[in-house]
Structures are given as C-alpha cells and as structure tokens.
C-alpha cells in the first residue's frame, strides 16, 4: 500500500477513563503530559534533522503522553464550571438566559492547548503508519477520527479527510489482525467514497477472517447471525451474500448454499468466486449422481450428466475469463470436457 501523510487540520476532543474528578487535577494532569510530549517531538525533530534514517526511539511514549493528555484536560473541560452565588449563597442568575451564571478557571488554558495538539494526534499517526508501528498507529488514527467526530469544537471536515482517517485507523488495525475493530472504520471509509489503497479488499477480508473465526470454534449460529446482519444493512453487497453461501456450505452442504452463491453473481455479474462456487456445487451435483449409480454404464449416466456438465462449463468459463490465471477454474474444466468425451 502507498503510504500517506496525512495533511488536516481540526480540533475537536475525545475522552478516556481517568480516576481523578476535579478540574485541577485534571488540568494539571493534562497538562503535564502535554508538556512532556512537547519537549520529546522537540527533541525528535532534531534527532530526524540530524540523522534522518535514524529510528524514531520515543514515538510510543509520545503517543501515550499525547493522547492521555489530550483526553484528561477533555476530562477537565466539563468540571470547570462553577455556579456563581451571591452574599446569601444564593446562585447569580443571567438575565439573558435565565440560568445560573457560571464561571471558569482553567477553560482558557485548556482549549488553546487542546486546539493547539490536535495535528499532533494526525502526526503521532502518520509517524507511526510509516514506522509500521501499527498498535500505535491504530490508537493515533482512532483517537483522530473521534476528533473529526465530536460536535465539541463545532468542526466540519470534509468527508474526504473522515474517509481517509476512517482508511488509516481500518488499516493498522487490520494489521494488528483485530479484524472487529478494522471493519467499521474501514466501512466507514467506504460509506464517506474512499476508493484508494485497496480498501474494499480489506473490508471483505475482514468478513471473511471474522467468519472464518466463528467457523473454526465451531460457532455456525453466530456466524449466521453476524452475516445476516451484514447482509440486512448491506442488501446488495455481493460479497456477503457469497460469505453467507459458505457459512450455509459448512453447515448444510453445497447444495444449500447455492442459491446464495447465485444471489452473489446477480449482484455483481464479475464476481470470479462467487462463479466458481457456482461451478462446485453444480460438480457436487453431478458427482452425487454418479456415486448414487455406482453400478451404471456411461451411458446410462450420459442422459443426467452430459446435460449437467454442459451447464457447468461455461460456468468455468466465465471464471476463467474473469481471472486466466485461476487454476482451480483451469482444473474443473479441464476435467469436465474429458468426462464430456467419455459420456458422448
């Protein structure tokens, strides 16, 4: 994959888990770490500027203070409202809006620093999609596209800058084959008209890796319970109507599947797979009938088979056209015209 810099600029503001409950401690806390995250990216800078293939020794460390930094002074940003009361402890009223008037302390501190980090959150990202440091690299992206996300800052990024986030943040956990998490980022990508980078692929190969989990544990009724809703939320995406068709080949044959595998093709008249799994069930189909009759003389078969494997050839065929260099299409059809010459 080509890699990208990423080149946006927005703020906004994510939260995460944090024990303390007061805004000075939080602010303090923040702040702190953001500090800390400010004189390593200094310090990182000249390092790159005076050996510029040297690694980037600090980059997980700087993740973390920036990130942690950033969700605790958002943390702090709702705390640091205090009520304003009068002599009597009485709250102070605004005439224009008939609420409580409120007062802050540490808010003007903490929006600049919050503004003045969130290209750090894209940098952190892009610094470790190059290092392919992809644990870090996820928790950047996914930290970023919360920002893009929050109505907080009032934001309005593109759906060009969402999509590519959404790829970035999709990408690295792919990588981290955390297949639950790289699916909604990389759909969302795909929903926001992201086409670069092969992204489709890495979405259905997320379906197929997390089905085949559930598969493999021997976990058919949860595997056709996260289809189906793929498939609901999805309805003309061939490729889960094709996932859908091997789910139901594993559990009740080939036979059963086939109506889903046909679905597929109507779906995308270009599907290779979805056509070869057409072709195999329709073998299947004619293999049944020959170890059903397994006393019968070729041409006592001919009048079921040859009508079978002319169906199924072109079937082949279309594979092969689809995709020439496909060998298992080559094999199927090389095996069909011989017992078509046997049966004739």
């Known amino acids: 994959m080509k890699k990208a810099f990423l ?90 809006t008939g609420l409580p008037k409120v007062k802050t302390k540490y808010s003007k501190d903490i929006v600049p620093m919050l503004v003045n980090h969130v290209a750090d959150v894209a940098g952190i990202g892009n610094a470790a999609l190059q290092a392919e440091d992809w644990a870090n690299s996820y928790k950047a992206f996914s930290a970023y596209g919360k920002i893009l996300e929050s109505p907080g800052m009032g934001l309005t990024p593109t759906d060009e800058a969402r999509a590519e986030v959404g790829f970035f943040e999709g990408y690295s956990a792919y990588q981290l084959k955390d297949f639950a998490n790289a699916f909604p980022a990389l759909k969302r990508a795909v929903d926001l008209g992201y086409t670069a980078n092969r992204v489709n692929d890495f979405k259905n190969s997320c379906v197929a890796n997390i089905v085949q989990g559930f598969i493999d544990n021997k976990q058919i009724g949860e595997a056709t319970t996260y289809i189906d809703a793929l498939v609901a939320s999805e309805p003309a995406n061939a490729f889960n109507q094709d996932i859908k068709g091997f789910i139901v080949e594993q559990d009740k044959g080939l036979a059963a599947a086939l109506p889903y595998y046909e679905k597929a093709v109507e779906l995308d008249p270009n599907f290779a797979d979805a056509y070869l799994n057409i072709g195999r069930c329709l073998y299947q189909a004619a293999e049944d009938v020959i170890n059903d009759n397994p006393n019968a003389t070729n041409s006592q078969l001919a009048p079921k088979l040859v009508p079978m494997y002319e169906k199924m050839l072109p079937i082949f065929q279309k594979v092969q056209q689809l995709e020439p260099d496909n060998n298992k299409a080559a094999r199927f059809i090389e095996d069909i015209n011989y017992k078509l010459d046997l049966l004739k």
């Open 7 to 96: 080149i946006l600029s927005c703020a906004a503001l994510f939260t995460c888990g944090a024990k303390a409950q007061d805004a000075q401690t939080l602010f303090q806390q923040g702040k702190a770490m953001l500090e800390q995250f400010d004189k390593l990216a200094g310090a990182q800078l000249e390092a790159q500027v005076k050996n510029p293939g040297a690694p980037d020794e600090t980059l997980g460390e700087r993740t973390k203070l920036l990130l942690e930094g950033m969700a605790l002074l958002q943390q702090a940003l709702p705390l640091d409202s205090i009520k304003e009361t009068d002599k009597n402890g009485e709250y102070k009223i605004d005439k224009k």
